[in-house]
């Protein structure tokens, strides 16, 4: 039904499009608008974390962590190189998954304050 707006969002991959449908089935078009609008401010896209990603390998280990709000995984790899750089080369293989995880908890919140504010 607001298939569209979901589609707008950058680098969206169809995991996160199909969850986003799951999430916000049941609203109505003027609650999806506000839920975008939240949303987009919280989410996190995949090929941006990649860049975040790379630049904590090289420059700031843990930038990725304190980027999704993990802030004692970041002070981890702050103080142990990326753990030893295994953890930072972990991470942009898996920055794809990293994003989704930190976009299903942002669609969550999200949802909370559509539900909990009264934008019907």
Do not use: W
Request: aromatic share 12%; glycine share 10%; charged share 10%.
């Amino acid at each position: 039904m607001f298939d569209s707006q979901f589609m707008a969002l950058p680098g969206i991959t169809p995991q996160e499009y199909s969850y986003l449908q799951t999430a916000t089935n049941g609203l109505n078009e003027q609650q999806v608008r506000t839920f975008l609008m939240i949303y987009t401010g919280k989410r996190r896209n995949p090929s941006d974390m990649l860049l975040f990603c790379v630049i904590g390998l090289f420059l700031v280990p843990g930038l990725q962590r304190f980027i999704i709000g993990q802030i004692g995984m970041g002070i981890l790899y702050l103080f142990t190189a990326g753990l030893c750089f295994i953890g930072s080369i972990v991470d942009i293989v898996n920055h794809k998954q990293l994003a989704f995880e930190h976009n299903q908890k942002m669609v969550f919140e999200s949802l909370q304050m559509v539900r909990m504010g009264n934008f019907s």
